[in-house]
Every structure is written in structure tokens, then in C-alpha cells.
């Protein structure tokens, strides 16, 4: 989760960067504009990697819940001591709640990459929004078991 904060606040840092600035008076000439065009397409192309990156990285860990879930899942019906047995029954229980999360990130972050919106686009429609307890998402209650 550290990591997800350090990389999510890069994110906003490079947007605020790509965010173009508006000069005090008219453009001097054409070379000004290209040369700010030139820039803002080096920023977003930068954006765009850091975004495929950090979805492989989000992918990764998804993938490595899952795997670590499905021995703990198998290891559940060779306990026989009922204390034990409620036990792992919790820890599977949060852990399956951490790795639906995780999918859902990966699947925000496809989405993202998909439709072009992690770059730019996440501060107007993704990120502020999210710590808007109006429009942030209902969170989902881990299943009793």
C-alpha cells in the first residue's frame, strides 16, 4: 500500500506538471508553441509508461494473492483443531477481501489505460473524486464465513 501511495503521488505530481501553463502575454512566436507541445508530449508519453508500469506492478501483486490464497485455501481442510481451523478461516477471509481489491485495481487500471485517462485526465476524473466521500465508491464488506 506504501508503495501504491508513493506511485499514485508521482502520478498527481507529473499531472500537475503536464498541466499547461499559461504564459503573461501572447506567445512570441511558433517556436514557443512547439517547443511547449514538444514538452507536453514527452510528459504524457512519461505518464503513460509510469501508468503501464504500476498496472504491471498491481497485476503482479493480484496474481501473487492469489496464488498465496489458494494454499491457504488448501490447507483449511487439514486443520483439525476448531480453534485453529476459525482461525485460518479469518485469515482467508481478510486476505480474499485484500485480493478482491487488488482485482478491482487492476481492473480500474486497464480501464484507465484503455480509454487514455491516467494521464492528465486522473486528477478531473479519478483521483479527486475518489476522496469525495459523495462519489467515492460504497466499500464492499468482507463475506462472513
Request: glycine share 4%; aromatic share 2%.
Amino acid at each position: 500500500m506504501k508503495s501504491l501511495v508513493v506511485v499514485l503521488a508521482v502520478l498527481a505530481g507529473s499531472a500537475i506538471l503536464a498541466w499547461p501553463q499559461t504564459p503573461a502575454g501572447p506567445p512570441q512566436s511558433g517556436h514557443d508553441h512547439a517547443q511547449m507541445h514538444a514538452q507536453h508530449v514527452a510528459q504524457m508519453a512519461a505518464c503513460k509508461q509510469m501508468l503501464e508500469e504500476h498496472t504491471a506492478d498491481i497485476r503482479a501483486t493480484s496474481q501473487a494473492l492469489a496464488i498465496n490464497l489458494a494454499q491457504m485455501k488448501s490447507t483449511l481442510p487439514l486443520i483439525s483443531d476448531l480453534t485453529q481451523r476459525s482461525r485460518w478461516q479469518s485469515n482467508i477471509a481478510m486476505w480474499q477481501a485484500l485480493a478482491d481489491h487488488f482485482n478491482r485495481m487492476v481492473e480500474h487500471a486497464e480501464h484507465m489505460e484503455k480509454t487514455g485517462m491516467g494521464c492528465g485526465m486522473m486528477m478531473d476524473h479519478g483521483m479527486a473524486r475518489d476522496t469525495d466521500s459523495e462519489h467515492a465508491p460504497p466499500a464492499t464488506p468482507a463475506k462472513p464465513h
